[in-house]
């Protein structure tokens, strides 16, 4: 099956620290890799999607300075918390899918927690 | 983005079967209908998608009503392991949405031995 791997899976650092998630698809090469946040007992919520090679798309109200993403390559996408703040602490998930018409398939989280 | 309307919670029984409704009056044509699951502390997990046809995998069977603005999802023999957070979302995998996923507040499930 596919499997996508995160990481890492938990960071804790302090206030005004950047943080790179990395997201890869192992397996399979993603032409489309997404990236989601998920607040405590609350739903996935889209950030922005990424395509190898051009520009991520960022939904309405993401800061695209704050969340860096970065697909460099077919297997693997970036996301760059910038100066984070505890507001930004939140279960951080990418999925990656090899064409439009495939499910996408999940990593299993990075839970991050600002101080 | 076509609106899915599901229970918040249901229960059974393990080995028992589980039928998981959706429904999505409002999805076009071209939308498949895809389920995903979340257990607790993890990434979503792929489970079953179709357009039109009742559609079986290893994990679930998906059977569309025919005018397709309802579907079940159908586990077989339920196990603890399926306890999680099951999404019904309407997928187009064209057009301006990229084919990006628009996740609603799904159906826990809960498992009892």
């Known amino acids: 099956g596919a499997v996508v791997s995160q990481h890492p899976s938990r960071v804790i650092c302090k206030s005004g620290t950047s943080v790179k998630i990395e997201c890869r698809s192992l397996d399979f090469q993603a032409t489309t890799m997404f990236w989601y946040r998920q607040f405590p007992k609350k739903s996935l919520m889209l950030m922005a999607t990424?395509?190898?090679?051009?520009?991520?798309?960022?939904e309405q109200g993401v800061e695209k300075d704050k969340f860096l993403i970065n697909h460099a390559s077919l297997t693997l996408s970036t996301l760059t918390v910038t100066s984070a703040h505890p507001e930004d602490s939140s279960f951080y998930i990418c999925?990656?899918?090899?064409?439009?018409?495939?499910?996408?398939?999940f990593g299993d989280g990075t839970r991050l927690s600002i101080l | 983005d076509a609106k899915t309307t599901q229970p918040n919670s249901m229960e059974s029984n393990e080995e028992e079967p589980v039928h998981l409704p959706c429904n999505h009056s409002?999805?076009?044509?071209?939308?498949?209908i895809h389920w995903y699951r979340q257990l607790p502390s993890q990434g979503p997990e792929y489970v079953i998608h179709?357009?039109?046809s009742n559609v079986n995998n290893r994990m679930a069977s998906l059977a569309i009503a025919e005018d397709r603005k309802s579907s079940t999802l159908i586990l077989h023999r339920a196990t603890l392991r399926d306890a999680a957070v099951y999404y019904c979302i309407p997928h187009n995998a064209g057009g301006t949405s990229y084919g990006k996923l628009t996740f609603g507040q799904g159906t826990i499930l809960t498992v009892h031995p």
């Open positions: 409002t999805i076009s044509g071209t939308d498949y």
């Open positions: 990424s395509n190898e090679g051009s520009k991520a798309t960022y």
């Open positions: 999925s990656a899918r090899r064409a439009s018409n495939q499910p996408q398939h």
């Open positions: 179709g357009l039109t």
